[in-house]
C-alpha cells in the first residue's frame, strides 16, 4: 500500500490551500453542523436544495455530498439531478445513505441514487451498507446493527457489485474499492453522542475528494483525518457537548504533519 | 404520592440501558439540539417527516414526539398520520404546541393533533397550554404570557377536558393528569435564553414515555431529569452559549443517583 | 456624524428592556444559531415560513429578517407574502442575498424581494450586494468575491438606486444610505470560519431596526455590537467551536457602555 499517512497530511494541505466550494444536500438535522465541519478543516460549504439552482451550483463545486437523513420525495429528486449533472460534468459524489435498510423509502432511495447517478464513494455504518445489496440485511434507522468485522466479509465483493468505494464506519473504520482494502483506526467513546459525527465525516471525505482524484485514498484519508481530530477532541472534552465544540476546533488546528503521524491504516 | 425521586433514578437507568428509538416529528431550528439531548441523556434520536416512511419509523419507536414550531399543512398531515399509526400501536405520543395561540394556523394545528390521535402529555409554557381549551387565551409567540400559578388553576380541569397530562413548564413546573397534580422545581435562569430547551424538555418527557407506562410520572421525571441538568449546566456556564454545550455535558453525566437526590417534587 | 457610540449603547438597552419579536424567514443551516444570537442579546426570535400564517406572526413582530439562503419558489413566495404584509404595517425589513449573484435563481429571489417589499436594510458581502445592481457581477455561494473597498465606491450609488440602507460586510464594514456613508471595524478571523455570522449580523441588524427608526444607525450601530463581540469572543477561544459558542456569552454579557466605548466608526 502506498502512503497513506502522507497523503493525509498532502490532502489537508490542499484542502486548506484550495479552499474547494463543497456543495451539501443533507438533512436537516446536521446541516448546521456540517457546515462548521468543513469550514473548520478549510471547506467551503454551500447548501442548497432547489431544483431549480441544483445543476447550477453544482458546476461550482469541486464535490457534491448526498445525505437522505430527513428525505422526502422532492429532496431525493433535487438530489438525482445534482448527481446526474455532476457526473456529466465528472464531479465527485459522495452518498451517505442515512437510514437506509430502515425504511423502505430510505433503502430505496439510496439505491436510486446508487443507479442514476456516478457515486465514487458511500460512507455508512455497516448495517446501512449492507442493506444496499444483500436483501433483507434490515436495519433500525441509524444504529449499527452489525458490527464492521461482519461487514468486512462482504464489502469488497459490494464494492466490486455496487462499482463504488464504501466507507464503512464502526469503531475501526473500514475502506475499499473493490480491489484494496484497509482498515483505519481513531475517533473516540464520544462520537457516537454527537448527531451529525457520522455525516460529518461523509462531508470530510467530500472535501478530500474534491482534492484527490483517486476515491480510496480520498476515503481513507479523510476517515483518518476525521479520526484523529475526534482523539484530539475527546482528550479535552467533558461529555457530548464539549466534544462537539471541541472537535470543530481540532479540524482546524491539527497540523498536516501531526495528523500523519498519528493516523494508524493497517491492511484489512 | 409515590416515590418519583426514586422512580426519576430509575427511568435515567432503564433509557441509559435500553436506549429507546425517539421518533421526532419537530421543528427545523431544534432540530440538531433535540437530537443532541435525546443522545446525551442515553435515548436514540431519528427524525423522519416524510408520509410515505413516518408509519413504518414510528413502528420502530417506543415515542412518538410531535413539535408544531416551523410547521406547515403538510408537516401536519404527516405528524397526524404518524399520530394515527402511533396510537394503533399503542405507543405513546408527546406533544409540543409551539405557538399555540399565537397564531390560528398553529391552534388549529395542535388541537387537530389532540383530536386525531391519542396524545399522552403535552409539555408548553401556560400561554400554550390554556390556547389549547380556553378561547381567546392568545398568545404571542412561544413566550409565556401567563405565570404558571394562573395555570395551575384551569390545568387539573383541562386535562380532564383535554383527557391527557398536562406539562406546564415555567419557573416551576406543573404536572397534572386531571387526577394527580405535582410541582418540579428546577432549572435556571440562562434556560429560556437558549433556542430548543423547552423542545428539549419536550423530547425529554418522550424519553420518559418509552421506559415509563404512566404518563404523569414521565412527565414529572423527565421535567426533573432536565430541570437538574439545567442547574447543574448553569453552575458552570458564563453566558447562554456555554450553558447550551454544558447541558449537554450534564444530561450525561449526571448520575441517576445524583439526580434522585436533587430533585424536587411538590404537591400542587 | 452624529453620536453613533452613544446610539450603539442606547440601541443595546433598548432590546433587552423591551425583547422586540423579530419575524425570521431564513435558511436552514442558521436557523437554530441565528435564534440563538438574538436570545443572547435579548431579543425575541420566531421563525415560521408557513404560507398561512406569515402574515399573522409578522404583524406581531418589530422587524422582519428575509434570508434567502437554502431557498425553494416556495419560501420566497412566503418571503415576499410576509414583506408585503411588513410594509403595509410599516414594519422594517431586512434582506440577506444569501448567495445573489451565484445562481441566477437567488439573483432573483433577491431581486423579486427588493421590487416587491419595502426593504429597510440589506446586509450582505460585496459580492452578493454588487450582484443586486450590476449586470454580471457574479459570484460563487456565499463567498466575497470582491473586497470591501471595490465595492465602497459604487455602493453609494446602488443604495440611491435601490432606495435602501446597504450594510457590506467584510474584513471592514460599510454602511450607506445613499447620503451617508460610514466604515464600522470589529470582528476577528475566527468569524467567517463559523457558519451563520452573516447571516446572525443580519439578524442582529433586524433587532435594532426593531428599536431604531433609522435604518443607517440600525444597520451601523448592529453591527458595530457583532463585531465588539466577535472580537470579545475571538481572544478567549481556541478554535471556531468556541469561537461560536463564546460569541453567544459575548453577546449577552457585553454591557451597553462597554460596547460603546470599544466601537469604531470612521466616515468612509
Request: hydrophobic content about 50%; glycine content about 10%.
Amino acid at each position: 500500500m502506498f502512503d497513506l499517512a502522507g497523503k493525509t497530511a498532502e490532502n489537508i494541505k490542499k484542502i486548506r490551500e484550495n479552499k474547494p466550494l463543497i456543495h451539501n444536500i443533507t438533512n436537516f438535522v446536521v446541516m448546521n453542523y456540517t457546515a462548521n465541519v468543513l469550514l473548520a478543516m478549510g471547506a467551503s460549504p454551500v447548501m442548497a436544495h432547489a431544483e431549480n439552482e441544483v445543476e447550477e451550483m453544482v458546476a461550482f463545486a469541486g464535490s457534491l455530498v448526498l445525505n437522505i437523513g430527513t428525505l422526502t420525495d422532492q429532496w431525493v429528486d433535487a438530489m438525482v439531478l445534482a448527481g446526474k449533472k455532476a457526473t456529466t460534468l465528472g464531479k465527485p459524489i459522495i452518498l451517505d445513505p442515512v437510514g437506509s435498510g430502515a425504511t423502505a423509502m430510505r433503502t430505496a432511495a439510496a439505491k436510486r441514487i446508487l443507479a442514476e447517478t456516478k457515486v465514487s464513494v458511500v460512507r455508512g455504518n455497516a448495517s446501512e451498507i449492507l442493506s444496499l445489496g444483500v436483501e433483507g440485511a434490515g436495519g433500525r434507522g441509524v444504529d449499527a446493527l452489525h458490527a464492521v468485522d461482519d461487514a468486512g466479509v462482504v464489502a469488497k465483493q459490494l464494492a466490486q457489485d455496487l462499482r463504488t468505494t464504501l466507507a464503512i464506519t464502526g469503531p475501526v473504520d473500514l475502506v475499499t474499492d473493490g480491489a484494496r482494502v484497509v482498515r483505519v483506526e481513531g475517533g473516540h467513546n464520544l462520537m457516537p453522542l454527537v448527531t451529525g459525527t457520522g455525516c460529518s465525516a461523509t462531508a470530510t471525505i467530500g472535501a478530500f475528494l474534491a482534492v484527490d482524484p483517486d476515491a480510496f485514498s480520498a476515503a481513507a484519508t479523510g476517515l483518518a483525518f476525521f479520526g484523529i481530530a475526534g482523539e484530539q477532541a475527546g482528550a479535552v472534552s467533558s461529555g457530548p457537548g464539549t466534544f462537539m465544540i471541541n472537535l470543530l476546533d481540532a479540524l482546524h488546528s491539527l497540523s498536516p504533519e501531526e495528523v500523519a503521524r498519528r493516523c494508524r491504516f493497517s491492511v484489512a
